[in-house]
């Protein structure tokens, strides 16, 4: 192969290989003299022309990185100067000069994994500066979080001193690093991440007295042993969901340790130990088994049948589980026979997708009927999406919210039949250490429908058996909502579920989410530690998603707050048509 049928560039090398196909080879940079069918001579002084546009990107890379910073804090790369690389290409030039070909390709081979090497440690050499500073900000924001928890929630009368450090003294702090960041250069962004962190441990210390007298609070707490331990399992628990991006059976160990800590409730037992089973199994991908759908939505039919809840939807929802078995069925049956989606089913699946979102609406504001329905009718829509056991997950993931509500209201004179979200019976009371076991158990109940059928952070992954109800012809837009809708369900359902929960026992939803906010915080702490810019696109794309997802975890769940408070209070019919109807059933 001749140099001129050679193209080089940045260390992508193209070679025609004896299979008529194209190889592209990622050399880093270090053109690899055996792929050249020339003489030992030419293969030399290509190698050292290799050489020095290297050597020049490490030269550029040592100055620009001198130009920005103090010459009595500049670290040199140890293994290679500047003088040193001018020096061995000399010598490299002496070699050829004489003849010894091997040797200078071999010399060549090592200046450029030094130069190489020289160039990666000065593209990462202010990432350990830039690294603390965020990391003192996720720090920072974490303590500002907490010390705002306990001032406005806690009824904390303590007020912190802001005399320990004027806030003219934190403005000249900010002011001085935009003048040594402009003097040497830095960039805009670095900049940012210098300054983020100032405003947060201003005003921790501004309330260190708040956060001083709440500890000393906490240390006369005669449940101070209860309360440490509780911190310590939460914590091993977050660490926990942390192991689940990457394994994510490491949630069946936390739930088995969630049913243990009230093993005397069997409900509770049960429910926690049915979820362990899922994370254990293969995720939902290629392949469907529609007799486990059916014969799960015919077990919820009956089910819902049986349940003592006094609804003027349940029987007709009920009948709609049934259709939607039915639908499932004609229409699995039918696309085996290469006949396709039947019109028919086709009528019914979107008749009871738009009614998923409207009987809701028309039912009463009591907690359990209102949350029966926009349960069943979740999980009705669910139906028509599943593929596998993925149905059976969504069932038992309704039964634990169900057991959840009994254990948060046990010990409670408050009746979910009675309760109205009109009704301001119920005294909304201070955070305390429960909400932080409450707030995890949501957390981690949020997770478990992110991971528990699968990774559904990529929707690729699904099958697109699953919209055979709705469609089969390809369309993108109405395939990639439909994925998205069945996504979400799981997520919809358990935000109801804790907005039943909290509405019942009185928690302030605004402090819960201020909890929600530290623990996720504390997960991106680890993700942001774990980002890569190395190795495959797999990975660094895996990590980087990683690090979004729990950053925007909070953001979401506010999100699905509101939409669940909407769909549990909104009534479409007026007030006088549930009385009405309350006092013929009465």
């Not at 158990?441 to 991971?451: K, M, N, Q, R």
């Not at 690729?460 to 809708?485: H, I, K, Q």
């Amino acid at each position: 192969m001749k140099p001129s049928h050679l193209w080089w560039h940045g260390g992508l090398v193209w070679r025609p290989s004896h299979h008529r196909k194209s190889q592209w080879m990622l050399l880093r940079g270090n053109l690899h003299t055996d792929l050249l069918s020339v003489s030992l001579a030419d293969k030399a002084e290509l190698k050292l022309t290799n050489t020095r546009q290297i050597v020049e990107q490490f030269k550029v890379s040592v100055e620009n990185k001198r130009k920005t910073t103090f010459s009595w804090l500049f670290r040199p790369y140890a293994s290679l100067s500047v003088s040193g690389a001018v020096s061995m290409l000399r010598d490299i030039s002496s070699l050829i000069k004489s003849g010894q070909q091997e040797r200078a390709i071999a010399s060549c081979d090592q200046l450029i994994e030094l130069a190489l090497d020289g160039i990666t440690y000065y593209h990462k050499y202010d990432r350990f500066f830039l690294g603390a500073c965020i990391t003192l900000g996720f720090a920072g924001w974490i303590f500002y979080t907490l010390v705002f928890l306990i001032e406005r929630f806690l009824q904390n009368s303590h007020v912190g001193d802001g005399d320990f450090i004027s806030p003219q003294l934190w403005w000249a702090l900010r002011i001085v690093i935009i003048l040594l960041a402009y003097i040497l250069g830095m960039p805009m962004s670095h900049i940012l991440y210098c300054l983020v962190p100032t405003f947060p441990i201003q005003y921790i210390v501004e309330k260190r007295d708040v956060l001083l007298h709440f500890l000393q609070d906490r240390v006369k707490d005669p449940q101070l042993s209860r309360n440490i331990l509780l911190i310590i399992l939460v914590i091993l628990g977050i660490e926990v969901m942390v192991l689940s991006f990457f394994e994510r059976r490491m949630l069946s160990l936390a739930m088995l340790v969630l049913a243990v800590t009230e093993y005397k409730r069997f409900d509770w037992l049960l429910s926690c130990i049915m979820l362990a089973v899922f994370p254990l199994l293969p995720a939902v991908g290629r392949g469907a088994n529609y007799y486990m759908v059916v014969s799960c939505g015919m077990f919820s039919a009956i089910l819902l049948l049986f349940t003592n809840i006094k609804s003027r939807m349940k029987y007709f929802q009920a009948f709609l589980l049934v259709l939607a078995n039915v639908v499932v069925m004609y229409t699995s049956n039918s696309i085996d026979m290469g006949q396709g989606l039947p019109l028919l089913s086709q009528c019914a699946s979107w008749i009871i997708l738009i009614l998923t979102w409207i009987l809701p609406l028309a039912e009463e504001k009591a907690l359990s009927l209102r949350g029966t329905t926009v349960v069943t009718g979740l999980f009705t829509l669910y139906l028509l999406m599943s593929t596998s056991y993925e149905l059976w997950f969504l069932l038992c993931l309704i039964l634990f919210l169900y057991c959840w509500n009994k254990k948060e209201l046990s010990g409670s004179n408050l009746s979910s039949l009675s309760v109205d979200f009109t009704s301001r019976s119920i005294v909304e009371h201070q955070i305390s250490m429960d909400d932080v076991r409450t707030s995890f158990i949501y957390l981690l109940s949020i997770t478990l429908a992110f991971f528990g059928t699968g990774n559904i952070a990529s929707l690729n992954s699904f099958e697109p058996a699953s919209m055979f109800c709705f469609l089969t012809v390809f369309n993108p837009f109405s395939m990639a909502a439909l994925l998205l809708l069945k996504v979400i369900i799981p997520f919809i359902v358990v935000a109801c579920g804790f907005h039943v929960i909290t509405s019942q026992t009185g928690t302030k939803q605004d402090g819960v989410f201020l909890i929600i906010l530290l623990m996720s915080d504390l997960m991106g702490m680890h993700f942001f530690m774990w980002v890569q810019d190395y190795g495959s696109w797999l990975d660094i794309g895996t990590s980087i998603s990683h690090y979004v997802i729990t950053l925007v975890t909070t953001l979401v769940l506010i999100i699905l707050s509101k939409f669940s408070q909407f769909i549990m209070t909104y009534c479409i019919l007026p007030a006088k048509y549930y009385k009405s109807f309350s006092h013929k059933h009465s």
